[in-house]
């Protein structure tokens, strides 16, 4: 079969599942609202944005990472690091204002870090950000030990888990948005975004075309690394406690949502619009769950169902389109009739 026959129906297939989620999306928020209960109160509805924020601001970077064809699972450990170190500091009498640049550094090093062993030794970066999961919580727990630290000033408490007025909209969510959409023009709009496409469907094709594919993907971990810290920094405050186990688990919901919402874990493909969807559809299903009185431990369950889906479903879905494809380019042509002389 033709190679562009090929990626056009891995394209075509992908954007249906986008569509899919999307849609998926508007229907369990309809049935949430109408056989919930609670579940449209302003508040609930603050909540629910709150608590998925922090898997929204990681899906951002982890979005274009998986698509140039890498992975980071060491962002929650990153983000537990970042939130311990502002607690240590924060201890010691520094101000916020100094603490918070100081986190977001650390979560550049920490990227840089990941993106050094994957871009200069050629380390696959599945294996490498496991060890670094493990690494930089060992670090966070060594920095603060088992202490939480809550007393943080009131204002930025109040920022990172208060809402505007009597709406539902949480003050945090505003700066999601501006992030959202430079991510977006710089995804779908930028020779850079384009760049990043064409290094998942071939890295190889992607060099000889004289793409700087190691450059790329430093840069994109060192973002990943730079929002985690970002993270780390809104869920102490969000929480009001600072703990060296803070975000634990947060990875699986990050690539859950992020594979969910259509981005191929082989990368090449995928839109923002998708893996954005897939992150609210999974905070919407686990708010749910939360009002249904159900355990943590079947959510995480669920969480754990809704990935393997999302790998598999995609692909299943590919693999129809292309050998649906396949069956109408070898399909004979319709043979015409003869015109009947005429007389």
Known sequence: MPESLTRASRWSASSRWDTAVGALLVVVLLLSFTTVDGFGNALNLSFLIGNTLPIALIALPMTLLVV??????????????????????????M???????????????????????VTRLGLPSLAVTIG????????????????????????????????IGDTFVPYAFLPFLVLLSIAVVALHATPFGRSLFAIGAGEEAARFAGIRVKRQKLILFTLTGLMSALTGVFWALHYASARYD???????????????????????KGTLGGAVAGVFLLGALQN??????????????VTGVLLVLSVLGPRVARQ????????????????????????
């Open 246 to 268: 803070n975000a634990t688990g947060l990875e699986l919901s990050v690539v859950a949502a992020v594979l969910l919402g259509g981005i191929d874990f082989d990368g090449g």
């Open 68 to 93: 140039s064809g890498e992975i980071d699972l060491s962002v929650a450990s990153t983000a537990g690091l970042s939130g311990a170190v502002m607690g240590a500091l924060w201890n010691q009498g």
């Open 288 to 301: 749910v769950m939360s009002l249904r009185d159900v355990s943590a431990q079947s959510q995480i369950v």
């Open 132 to 163: 670094t999961l493990a690494a930089y919580r060992g670090i966070a727990q060594i920095v603060l030990g088992s202490d939480a630290v809550t007393d943080f000033p009131t204002p930025y408490l109040d920022f990172a888990a208060g809402r």
């Open 320 to 343: 129809f389109a292309v050998a649906r494809a396949g069956r109408r380019a070898a399909a004979p042509p319709p043979v015409s009739e003869a015109p009947t002389p005429t007389p």
């Open 95 to 117: 101000t916020i204002e100094t603490i918070i640049p100081i986190c977001l550094v650390i979560g550049v090093l920490c990227g840089l870090v990941n993106g050094l062993l």
